[in-house]
C-alpha cells in the first residue's frame, strides 16, 4: 500500500480481556516497530522486527504483552489480561532497512475500561 | 542510557514569524536524527532524517541541523503558517529509536 496502515484505529477493551492490534507496513519494508504512546509523551519504543526475526523486545513492559510478524510483513501485537495502564497510542512504523527513515502508521489508540 | 529533550515544551510565535525548536541528547553515538510532526489524533509524519555522518537537512521552509559532538539538533521553522501548528518530535536511532517528549506549537493566525 501507499502508506503504513493500522486496524482498528479505536478500540475499547474491558479489564482482563485480551487484544490483538495489526500492522500492515509499506510493501517492501524489511523492518518494524511497535511503540506506545502515552497522552502527552512521545512514543516509546516496544520491539523490533527484521523481517519475521523479532530482534529486539527490550521495551515490552510485561510477559502480557506479545508481538509476531510471522511471514515478514504484517504483524499483530497482542495484549493479554488487558489492564487500565495499557490505554495509550500504539504507533506502528516501518523502514526499508533498521537505519533507514522510519514511516508510521495512524495508531490504534486502546482504552481499557 | 539514552535521553532526549526538547526545549521548549510548548511555543505560541505570531504568523510569519521564524522560529527554532531545540533536541538535545545524552549518547553522542547515534546512527541518525529524524525529527517529526504529529498533529492531534493523528500518527507521526517525517520531517527530516540526518544521518550521523551529515551536519544538517532541509526542505522546503524546514532545516534540521546536527552537532553529535555536543549532542545537539535545532529544527528551523522560516516564515510560519497556522497550517504549521501541530506538536513536533525529535527522536535518535542507537540501538534502539528514543523520542523526546515534543515541543507543541501554536501559529497565531
Known amino acids: 500500500g501507499a502508506g503504513v496502515s493500522q486496524s482498528p484505529r479505536y478500540k475499547v477493551a474491558k479489564r482482563g480481556q485480551d487484544v490483538a492490534l495489526r500492522c500492515d507496513p509499506i510493501?517492501?519494508?524489511?523492518?518494524l516497530f511497535w511503540y506506545q504512546q502515552a497522552l502527552g509523551q512521545g512514543p516509546e519504543f516496544l520491539t523490533y522486527f527484521q523481517n519475521e526475526a523479532q530482534l529486539d523486545k527490550s521495551g515490552l513492559p510485561s510477559d502480557r504483552f506479545f508481538a509476531e510478524r510471522p511471514e515478514g510483513s504484517v504483524s499483530t501485537l497482542k495484549i493479554q489480561r488487558t489492564q487500565q495502564e495499557d490505554s495509550a497510542v500504539y504507533l506502528c512504523?516501518?523502514?526499508?532497512?533498521?537505519?533507514?527513515?522510519?514511516?508510521f502508521g495512524p495508531g490504534t489508540r486502546l482504552t481499557v475500561l | 542510557k539514552q535521553e532526549v529533550t526538547q526545549i521548549p515544551a510548548a511555543l505560541s510565535v505570531p504568523e510569519g514569524e521564524n522560529l527554532v525548536l531545540n533536541c538535545s541528547f545524552t549518547?553522542?553515538?547515534?546512527?541518525?536524527l529524524q525529527w517529526f510532526r504529529q498533529d492531534p489524533g493523528k500518527g507521526l509524519t517525517s520531517l527530516l532524517l540526518i544521518q550521523s555522518s551529515q551536519r544538517e537537512q532541509t526542505s522546503g521552509r524546514l532545516n534540521a541541523s546536527l552537532d553529535k559532538s555536543s549532542g545537539r539538533s535545532t529544527l528551523y521553522i522560516a516564515a510560519s503558517q497556522p497550517g504549521d501548528s501541530a506538536t513536533y518530535l525529535c527522536?535518535?536511532?542507537?540501538?534502539?529509536?528514543?523520542f523526546g517528549k515534543g515541543t507543541r506549537l501554536h501559529i497565531l493566525p
Open positions: 527522536a535518535v536511532l542507537d540501538d534502539k529509536i528514543i
Open positions: 510493501s517492501g519494508h524489511v523492518s
Open positions: 512504523a516501518s523502514s526499508l532497512q533498521g537505519e533507514g527513515e522510519q514511516f
Open positions: 549518547d553522542s553515538a547515534i546512527y541518525n
